[in-house]
DNA sequence: GCGATCAGAT
DNA sequence: CACATCTGATCGC
């Protein structure tokens, strides 16, 4: 996880880890040893410590995701590889599934031989013991992040807690999660369409907490969806002729909705480079496998490596001043897309604005599209709501905020999480352990979001192996 | 001494 | 731009 995630990145009270891979805490007093690693997705924040060669546990993950890692290449072995200084580029991953020796007479031979990716298919729970006496139940939820990506629905004798993973929720997600059934336990009753609950009546049961996304929890911003985002660039990138060149600044995973609807609309493939195709085209969706090319003379819309582009969208140096616009290597106009989080009203008088500049014959060399990959504040609250869980977790803190976004976050979610003292919980109910609800203020300013970690697993020397 | 890991800037 | 990635510093065998 990225910095300042509260309890070691630890889903309590189970002694499951998400998305933090890393020994680097284990000489300390706090450690705990975890029984069960989930990974969430393939960026670069929550992957910390998998690479290391001396990581030897099983991770829980979509088959995207275990895809997507074992390929996973960083950019300086791409561009030696691209050089022709290095023949085989380096897997960071490739420690994680080693296979068996196959001998030409077809024996294999296993020793050493492993396979530390577990991919789960989405919308399956599946049971796994953590220890001799605890078993959960691990249920991936499609979190519209990019691909892989996935929530955890934790079930066990302790209660059941969502971790959202990295995601965004908009409208459409929050009706699809209404209508899941391994959800619909967790949802009151008054939020779950009347369609859905056909099979008659669930008891509804909060969650013990929910772990949120919370990357633009300080956005007040209302965004719009990444359909409307998607569907006003579309509209711009008609206006041009088809002479014109678009590079599409997909410079992480999660913007492919962008990538889709271009091949959709304008019936032609996409240009991307030798180690993003090797991804793409290995997905589980298909038509994301099948809108790439290698060949860059053979389509208009370009997403090869970024500091590395092909000669066809490469601009010459850049004339500033009132230069007329830049032309790439072999003579073509370049339009630049570049996205980025904007709010739906901005994004409204962006499109209009460009509208009037093609209008008007401007020259237009650079567009943005307002994608979110994360949800702001409103969708966050719109989200929680849906649950009411008992609790709000953050998956990451602003280490130099020192729990103070914590304690707004729970003021923040105060009518959105479910508050009936009379309520039995799995958690509360469990004997020896101690509550947890975030920072007290006088804990504030000196935890780096690890707040009472040790106090809150009850003490360490038990759970320690 | 070098690979692995961390922390901070962009 | 953004918030994932890269770079250079630091750690540790």
Avoid at 20 to 45: G, I, Q
Wanted: glycine share 4%; aromatic share 10%.
């Amino acid at each position: 996880m990225p910095p300042g995630t509260p309890y070691n990145s630890f889903v309590l009270p189970y002694r499951i880890r998400v998305d933090e891979f890393s020994d680097s805490y284990k000489n300390s007093e706090s450690y705990v040893k975890p029984l069960l690693h989930l990974l969430s997705h393939t960026h670069a924040d929550h992957i910390n410590g998998l690479a290391a060669k001396s990581f030897g546990y099983k991770v829980i993950c979509s088959n995207d995701a275990k895809e997507m890692l074992l390929r996973h290449e960083v950019y300086a072995e791409r561009a030696l590889h691209e050089n022709d200084m290095r023949a085989v580029v380096k897997r960071t991953f490739a420690h994680l599934k080693v296979d068996p020796w196959i001998q030409p007479d077809g024996t294999k031979f296993y020793h050493g031989s492993r396979d530390l990716l577990f991919a789960l298919p989405l919308n399956t729970p599946t049971p796994f013991e953590l220890n001799a006496l605890e078993t959960v139940t691990i249920t991936l939820i499609d979190a519209n992040h990019c691909p892989g990506a996935v929530m955890f629905l934790i079930q066990g004798d302790k209660g059941a807690i969502l971790h959202t993973g990295d995601f965004r929720a908009e409208p459409w997600f929050l009706d699809t999660l209404s209508r899941n059934p391994f959800l619909q336990p967790y949802i009151p009753a008054e939020n779950v369409p009347a369609v859905a609950e056909a099979e008659g009546p669930i008891t509804y049961q909060p969650l013990e907490a929910i772990h949120l996304d919370t990357a633009s929890l300080l956005s007040t911003l209302k965004v719009p969806t990444k359909e409307q985002a998607v569907t006003g660039l579309i509209e711009l990138i008609a206006l041009f002729p088809p002479t014109t060149y678009f590079f599409i600044n997909s410079w992480t995973w999660g913007y492919e909705d962008i990538l889709k609807a271009i091949a959709n609309t304008f019936h032609c493939k996409i240009h991307v480079d030798r180690y993003k195709h090797s991804i793409y085209s290995h997905v589980s969706d298909p038509f994301l496998r099948s809108i790439f090319t290698c060949d860059p003379s053979s389509t208009r819309f370009h997403a090869c490596e970024r500091f590395d582009r092909c000669d066809i969208v490469s601009v010459e140096d850049y004339n500033y001043g009132n230069e007329p616009a830049p032309l790439s290597k072999v003579g073509k106009k370049v339009v630049y897309v570049n996205p980025i989080p904007m709010s739906e009203s901005k994004w409204e008088m962006y499109l209009t604005s460009v509208k009037r500049q093609m209008n008007d014959g401007e020259n237009v060399d650079s567009l943005l599209v307002a994608l979110s990959r994360h949800s702001p504040l409103p969708e966050l609250m719109s989200f929680v709501s849906l649950f009411r869980p008992r609790k709000v977790i953050p998956n990451t803190l602003i280490p130099a905020l020192h729990g103070l976004d914590w304690a707004c976050m729970k003021i923040m979610f105060a009518d959105c999480v479910f508050n009936d003292p009379e309520a039995p919980s799995a958690y509360h109910d469990t004997e020896g352990i101690v509550d947890y609800n975030g920072p007290a203020s006088d804990e504030l300013d000196y935890n780096d979001g690890d707040v009472s970690f040790k106090n809150l697993m009850g003490g360490t020397q038990a759970l320690q192996d």
